[in-house]
């Protein structure tokens, strides 16, 4: 267990808003296309940023102005991968361990409703922080925030700082998809492109953030990311087949591939395991445990035994009485299951409620 407490939130209450190693092995081995020359994929203009976050009215601090409506669990569609001509090549980045993630008094709104209060929790390298808590508290929103999707929801806004090792992505001129690079989201719901081979699907965050690669280099990078997703094994053989054919622990630990291609110091998992059989679960789980040396991780769970089994860290989240969500508490795991110190933590962990 780390030794770990949580920042002290300011004292002073912010405004409400006025208004509402490559593994060999793969190298030129068949089934694996050259993406680059992926038939099927036109000529467009290159993927542009998102935008970027504005000063709202009446908000304290860096607050994101209300974006295009975007709903993660949607089916996802097949991207067009195509790279204007002319563009540079990218080399890329190697992989480095995982990066340091604090929120220091994060609030959000949907319109005039206030979902979150005031927020702030430190996420370390090297460890796991679980997200618990009842249906409607906040945390999927909290982890929407840490890598800058809250403001893609219509009528959102936000106020507080959230910082990857040291430098706040809420910064104006911050580029948001570099943001999402480095802090890498897996949803609850299996998202892989049905269209696209098990191989293109994991390289296909490469292709959009504009990195080329030789053949052999694409080879090796998918060959490390579906063993670092604990999937090679199941699927070195049928790389061309459909992502979408997959089962859905395969696909969830596809995209999970797909999210460490772009070697992210942090991956987001909101209840990655929700929708899957006791099997599938517990592969998930060790591919969390596997990745927690090179990959700062935070999950959101319903699931208290998950909760216990793969997390060193653990923050609480309740809402009470109609008042916004906020973290009631949050320390060492073993210190919040065995010793609360707040009797709605022992509650809530016990089972007596939520």
């Not at 269209?195 to 030789?214: D, F, H, K, P, Q």
Request: charged letters at 15%; glycine letters at 10%.
């Amino acid at each position: 267990m780390n030794d770990w407490s949580p920042p002290v939130p300011h004292a002073s209450e912010p405004p409400e808003p006025a208004s509402p190693t490559p593994a060999p092995g793969i190298s030129d081995a068949p089934g694996v296309p050259d993406l680059s020359d992926a038939p099927g994929v036109p000529d467009a203009p290159g993927v542009p940023d998102a935008p970027g976050v504005q000063d709202a009215p009446g908000l304290p601090g860096n607050v994101a102005s209300p974006g295009q409506q975007q709903a993660p669990s949607a089916p996802a569609q097949a991207p067009d991968l195509s790279i204007p001509a002319g563009q540079q090549t990218m080399v890329h980045d190697p992989i480095v361990p995982g990066s340091l993630l604090e929120a220091r008094d994060v609030s959000a709104w949907f319109g005039a409703h206030k979902v979150l209060e005031r927020v702030s929790l430190s996420m370390p390298p090297g460890v796991v922080t679980a997200l618990i808590g009842p249906s409607g508290c906040g945390k999927s929103t909290f982890l929407r925030i840490l890598n800058r999707m809250h403001e893609t929801t219509h009528g959102a806004q936000l106020a507080g700082s959230v910082f990857l090792n040291g430098a706040d992505i809420y910064t104006p001129g911050t580029r948001v998809t570099q943001t999402r690079n480095r802090i890498g989201m897996v949803f609850q719901k299996p998202n892989p492109f049905p269209a696209m081979s098990i191989a293109e699907n994991v390289v296909a965050g490469l292709r959009l953030t504009g990195i080329r690669m030789s053949r052999r280099n694409r080879a090796e990078t998918i060959e490390r990311c579906l063993l670092r997703a604990g999937l090679w094994a199941e699927v070195k053989d049928r790389l061309a087949n459909p992502g979408g054919a997959l089962s859905g622990g395969q696909q969830q630990r596809l995209c999970i591939a797909r999210s460490l291609a772009v070697n992210p110091g942090v991956l987001l998992m909101d209840e990655p395991c929700s929708a899957l059989d006791p099997g599938s679960t517990a592969r998930i789980e060790q591919t969390i445990h596997d990745l927690r040396s090179d990959v700062t991780i935070v999950i959101v769970t319903h699931n208290m035994q998950q909760a216990v089994r793969v997390s060193q860290q653990c923050a609480f989240f309740l809402a009470e009485g109609g008042a916004p969500g906020g973290i009631v508490e949050s320390g060492d795991t073993a210190q919040v299951f065995d010793a609360p110190r707040d009797p709605r933590t022992a509650d809530y962990v016990h089972g007596r409620f939520g």
